[in-house]
């Protein structure tokens, strides 16, 4: 069965850092691509992050590129996500979700997410 | 960026009835790459449907996705109690990947 763990997640200030993990299992981490997801209260799920398996990178939001970077470590099934220079509007449930493997960025299993709240 | 509009934002049924969701991209969806989610509150996404036709694993086959192009719709045959959720459409054909507002469907 596939399993995504997220955490890392918290409340922080505006300026701040965070880093995410995503524990993967239940399958081949090196054979996928990765993506973290975010959804802020109410609102439509946002794309921000992907990684391919050979560690190509692309950043979805305009927003986040510059703070946040994806990587990725097989060795350990973890993806990470490093967050700096937060803003209150990156408060949001960050989910971590694998790569179909279809070859498109489309992504299929998702974690339960972890939240991360920017304020003051 | 690819903005998806989904109609209409909220729909209203009881079980067993039919439903009709609507996704209209603002420019065309390479290859068909649109993907349906579905989700509950306080729960993750869950993929429903890829390539706007194809179920994924472990979907029942009330839940059909059709369409091409710039227009898009999934189909719930007959509305079991358990299907009623936020349903999201999403592309991921063209950077940045973009979802839709949401449609919720609620039981009459």
């Known amino acids: 069965e596939v399993q995504l763990v997220e955490s890392g997640g918290g409340l922080i200030q505006p300026g701040g850092s965070l880093r995410l993990s995503c524990a993967a299992s239940?399958?081949?981490?090196?054979?996928?691509?990765m993506s973290w997801v975010r959804q802020a209260p109410g609102q439509a799920p946002e794309c921000v992050a992907h990684?391919?398996?050979?560690?190509?990178?692309?950043y979805d939001a305009d927003a986040v590129k510059g703070r946040f970077t994806i990587s990725r470590d097989d060795a350990k099934n973890s993806l990470y996500l490093q967050m700096n220079s937060l803003r209150v509007e990156d408060t949001a449930v960050y989910y971590c979700?694998?790569?179909?493997?279809?070859?498109?960025?489309?992504?299929?299993?998702w974690g339960q997410g972890t939240l991360v709240t920017v304020s003051s | 960026e690819i903005v998806l509009t989904q109609s209409p934002g909220t729909l209203s049924l009881s079980p067993g009835e039919r439903a009709t969701l609507s996704c209209r991209a603002s420019?065309?969806?390479?290859?068909?790459?649109l993907a349906w989610f579905q989700q509950k509150p306080g729960q993750a996404p869950r993929l429903l449907i890829f390539?706007?036709?194809s179920r994924a694993t472990g979907i029942p086959d009330r839940f059909t996705g059709s369409g091409s192009g710039t227009n898009f719709t999934l189909t719930i045959s007959r509305l079991e109690p358990e299907d009623f959720a936020v349903f999201y459409c999403?592309?991921?054909?063209?950077?940045?990947?973009?979802f839709g507002r949401g449609t919720k469907l609620e039981m009459k």
């Open positions: 979700a694998r790569g179909a493997g279809t070859g498109a960025w489309l992504v299929d299993n």
């Open positions: 239940g399958f081949t981490l090196s054979g996928h691509s």
């Open positions: 990684i391919s398996n050979t560690n190509g990178v692309m």
């Open positions: 420019q065309s969806v390479g290859k068909n790459y």
């Open positions: 390539d706007a036709s």
């Open positions: 999403q592309q991921y054909a063209t950077s940045p990947r973009t």
